[in-house]
């Protein structure tokens, strides 16, 4: 796992589980998955971690016309529920025996077109006015439920946009309120002698970086921040600027991560890699 | 607290309850109906509390229960009880199909991996974690690390699993850089997991480790 901090393939993994891997890095990442078994240690990790949080959701009780709905799946007649009271929400072991469904199937096969002809005649005579009463109140019901949900949308729109506020502003906070806060400056370099950046360190917290005047990315090229230690730079992370050169965002670093000696950001193909390889754009040293 | 009161009932013998699903599994690949209403009766409570949480509306959400135990009907007869418990199985499904349905009715386009072999392959793939093995206490560890998770990272994740977001959706949305949401989505789920104890071991030997 000592690679797993840095190498983003360990990141694509996590998108392969949740379904969400771009199909463009789809190949790249399935042969490495072949031959790596640290990979696929790594992606079994992941599939748990998805089936634990699936398990989480707030129990909710299905209502019974579901049972009826799903078992009218086979064709077959349902058997009675199962003896549980109440229903485990997890699997649970209950005793189920063969509620004699084969043979009630034998039987109940060929009354089930009669009973269904039957029924439909009923409704086709007398039921028909009420059928239309029904109709109309389900389409005012319905017209009710649309604009409910338009204000919902709305509702769910707003906190979701105050909740990514509040989490950024709550990151950046806890980090510059931290004890064991460090400053790096970091200073333009060659290609760029305008810019400059300011990042906050701290051990249990995090990294602030703020940066300014950075040039504009070439075509599928990122910013990458690097925190350099006595050993080999360790990727902080990805970031792109915005139209005025600007960036501002918040960085996780792992607890584990040597005192950093300083920070520097180069250009790298999009997606990052393990180690610097591009123009070093800025570098400052810790205080 | 929900949590503790839904789960209240625990299971008395859960090795008994995942051989039989698969026994389930088996018998309906052998045209059994009886098998199928079993599997719903164990597990179709939280099928259904997983898809009403990521699709918030209870017809919808009976929707793709439905749509899963469709599909876990036509395909028993091709799945390998050996690869993972079948609640697990049926866990992604369900995640799966809300995912699709909440993305169509936003009008977004359907994920780029969702196709035969990405998502629907997640899906059918094994899970190792024993999901019939958990008991009240784990899933409120499982909690207790996804709640202690900061912020940005708990939204990060609740955005990615529950909402069916990209990560670069995801990014643009906490406007983080896609790296560092990458990162914290896989770092974030691992935790997790480490609430529990590894594998082979009891929860009693497990106490206090993770």
Redesign the interface.
Known sequence: MTTSGTD?R??????????????TE?AALEAWLATDPAAQAQL????????????????????DH??A???A???????A??L?T?????????D?T??G??HR?ATAGGLVPWLAAAAATLVALGLGWQSRQLQSEVDRLQADLRAT?AR?ATTEAEV?SN??R???V??ES?ILAAADLRRVDLAGQKGAPRASGRAFWSRAQGLVFTAARLPDLPQGR?Y?LWVLTAGAPV?A????PDASGGSS????TPVSLPTPAGLAVSIEPE??VPAPTGDIVLVGKAE | MWLLLALAVEADDPRRSRDADAEAMRRMAAGDGGALAELYDRHGRVLFSLAVRILRDHGDAEEAVQDVFAQAWRQAARYDTTRGAVVAWLLMMVRSRSIDRLRARRGQPPLQGDHPTALRDAADASTPVDLAFLTTDQIARVRAALEDLPEVQRAAIDLAFHEGLTHAEVAERLQQPLGTIKTRIRLGLLRLRAALPAHGETHEKGEGDA
């Open positions: 983003p360990y990141d694509a993994l996590a998108e392969l589980a949740l379904g969400t891997l771009p199909e789809r079994r990790a992941l599939r748990e971690s998805l089936g634990l949080l699936a398990v989480t959701a707030p129990a909710v009780d299905p209502p579901l049972r709905r799903v078992l799946i086979t064709g077959q007649a349902p058997p529920p199962a549980v109440p229903p485990p929400t997890l699997p649970g072991a209950t189920h063969d509620h469904t084969r199937r949900e919902l979701r909740r990514t509040l989490a950024r709550q990151a806890a990122t990458q990727s992370g990805l970031f792109r965002a918040v960085f996780d997606g990052g």
